[in-house]
Nanobody, 118 residues
Framework: QVQLVESGGGLVQPGGSLRLSCAAS????????MGWYRQAPGKERELVAI???????DYTDSVKGRFIISRDNAKNTVYLQMNSLKPEDTAVYYC????????????WGQGTLVTVSS
């Protein structure tokens, strides 16, 4: 069974920065795609950033140039560096990881709250 543990959320002022981490554990053979999603109050969950096993990244337009997704394959960990944060970035952020143990898996983290406010 694969589990994800997220950390790094909190309260930050507009223009500030935060770094989220998501570590996967379990009998993992390989990890393919790692991604970050967010859900703001009253809104649907949306993709924020994604990175595949080759290091290819993609971002939703609203965070391009401000957020950076990266991964440490040795630690089975994905990061989201968030810079120049805006109030509209306030949301619960979830990581999602897919890969293989003895079979394909896709799991979600528990979520971490990011609040951007003065």
């Amino acid at each position: 069974q694969v589990q994800l543990v997220e950390s790094g959320g909190g309260l930050v002022q507009p223009g500030g920065s935060l770094r989220l981490s998501c570590a996967a554990s379990g009998s993992i053979f390989s990890i393919s795609t790692m991604g970050w999603y967010r859900q703001a109050p009253g809104k649907e969950r949306e993709l924020v950033a994604i990175i595949n096993s080759n290091g290819f990244t993609d971002y939703t337009d609203s965070v391009k140039g401000r957020f950076i997704i990266s991964r440490d394959n040795a630690k089975n960990t994905v990061y989201l560096q968030m810079n120049s944060l805006k109030p509209e970035d306030t949301a619960v952020y979830y990581c999602k990881v897919s890969g293989r143990t003895t079979k394909y898996f896709e799991v979600w983290g528990q979520g971490t709250l990011v609040t951007v406010s003065s």
